[in-house]
């Protein structure tokens, strides 16, 4: 993580849509069109019987290349004891993970409790070395972002949603965050970049967009190799949006969120597919 240019990694979030083979096969196609950076969730595509089933697919595809690349990973728990069991489950089927990531610290009861929990946990380990780098990730509230980015010097990065969406609802509009957290020479992660799935017809205006916010790391979500392709050809001349541009894609986004906001579920409220407590592994 010390480039100093907005590099493209591969969310992996959509590794198991297409089947565990072709997960593997978009990950190695990946690596071979220059992608470095990986990051999953031990929750992709859930937290129950397929827990940790992506970092599976991610590891085959890597195979020998994950010594070249990095791998970032997400924990749910909250509390010292699930974090270390979540983690360790994780590091079996990775073998390598270079970030380890607060996974939807959402409320301010839940940055309470990661506190002197999973935060304390990863803190940890980091001292151990058996990581590098730990990340916080908020879908839904930036003053969490903006309090935990004040108050939590070990925290290296902060993973938040970057999208025509998020600038429209003014409350929800993370982008502020971003100057200060450079200033503190914090990374940003930029995630839902695509409106999870609802800019998925105007991927150059979307992806232009993102990349004019300057994050450290964009992250693009896709289900297959021919959607890779498509995103890797408009990144290969991206810059910075223009104003046109950006008044279209204003007027896409106002659009979309009038036919029904709901779809915009990350506006809405916490994922309620996660849980925010204790966490019995």
Same mark, same amino acid.
């Given at each position: 993580?010390?480039?100093?240019?907005?590099?493209?990694?591969?969310? !992996?979030?959509?590794?198991?849509?297409?089947?565990?083979? *072709?997960?593997?096969?978009?990950?190695?196609?990946? +690596?071979?069109?220059?992608?470095?950076? +990986?990051?999953? #969730?031990?929750?992709?595509?859930?937290?129950?019987?397929?827990? =940790?089933? *992506?970092?599976?697919?991610?590891?085959?595809?890597? =195979?020998?290349?994950?010594?070249? %690349?990095?791998? %970032?990973? /997400?924990?749910?728990?909250?509390?010292?004891? *699930?974090?270390?069991?979540?983690?360790?489950?994780?590091?079996?089927?990775?073998?390598?993970?270079? &970030?380890?990531?607060?996974?939807?610290?959402?409320?301010?009861?839940?940055?309470?409790?990661?506190? *002197? =929990? %999973?935060?304390?946990?990863?803190?940890?380990?980091?001292?151990?070395?058996?990581? @590098?780098?730990?990340?916080?990730?908020?879908?839904?509230?930036?003053?969490?972002?903006?309090? %935990?980015?004040?108050?939590?010097?070990?925290?290296?990065?902060? &993973?938040?949603?970057?999208?025509?969406?998020?600038?429209?609802?003014?409350?929800?509009?993370?982008?502020?965050?971003?100057?200060?957290?450079?200033? @503190?020479?914090?990374?940003?992660?930029? &995630?839902?970049?695509?409106? !999870?799935?609802?800019? /998925?017809?105007?991927?150059?205006? #979307?992806?232009?967009?993102?990349?004019?916010?300057?994050?450290?790391?964009?992250?693009? =979500?896709?289900?297959?190799?021919?959607?890779?392709?498509?995103?890797? @050809?408009?990144? /290969?001349?991206?810059?910075?949006?223009?104003?046109?541009?950006?008044?279209?894609?204003?007027?896409?986004?106002?659009?979309?969120?009038?036919?029904?906001?709901?779809? #915009?579920?990350?506006?809405?409220?916490?994922?309620? #597919?996660?849980?925010?407590?204790?966490?019995?592994?």
């Amino acid at each position: 993580m010390k480039s100093k240019k907005t590099i493209f990694g591969l969310g !992996c979030g959509h590794l198991h849509i297409e089947g565990f083979k *072709n997960g593997v096969e978009l990950v190695r196609y990946a +690596f071979l069109r220059g992608i470095r950076y +990986f990051d999953v #969730a031990t929750s992709y595509p859930d937290f129950k019987e397929n827990r =940790g089933l *992506n970092e599976k697919i991610l590891r085959e595809g890597l =195979g020998e290349n994950i010594k070249r %690349a990095f791998v %970032a990973t /997400k924990i749910i728990s909250r509390d010292y004891e *699930n974090a270390k069991k979540e983690f360790l489950e994780s590091l079996n089927r990775l073998e390598k993970i270079d &970030m380890v990531q607060l996974h939807s610290v959402d409320d301010k009861e839940t940055l309470n409790l990661v506190k *002197n =929990g %999973a935060l304390k946990f990863l803190i940890d380990i980091k001292k151990e070395k058996k990581i @590098k780098f730990i990340g916080l990730t908020n879908h839904y509230d930036p003053k969490i972002t903006l309090l %935990a980015l004040r108050k939590f010097k070990e925290i290296d990065s902060f &993973m938040i949603p970057i999208n025509i969406f998020n600038f429209l609802v003014k409350r929800k509009n993370f982008e502020k965050i971003i100057p200060l957290a450079k200033r @503190k020479k914090k990374k940003i992660i930029a &995630m839902l970049v695509f409106g !999870c799935g609802l800019l /998925k017809d105007f991927p150059y205006l #979307a992806l232009k967009y993102a990349y004019t916010k300057k994050p450290h790391v964009i992250l693009i =979500g896709v289900k297959n190799i021919d959607e890779l392709e498509k995103d890797l @050809k408009i990144i /290969k001349k991206i810059k910075r949006i223009n104003k046109r541009e950006f008044n279209l894609l204003k007027e896409i986004g106002k659009k979309i969120l009038k036919e029904d906001k709901n779809k #915009a579920w990350w506006l809405n409220g916490h994922i309620g #597919a996660f849980p925010f407590g204790k966490i019995n592994l």
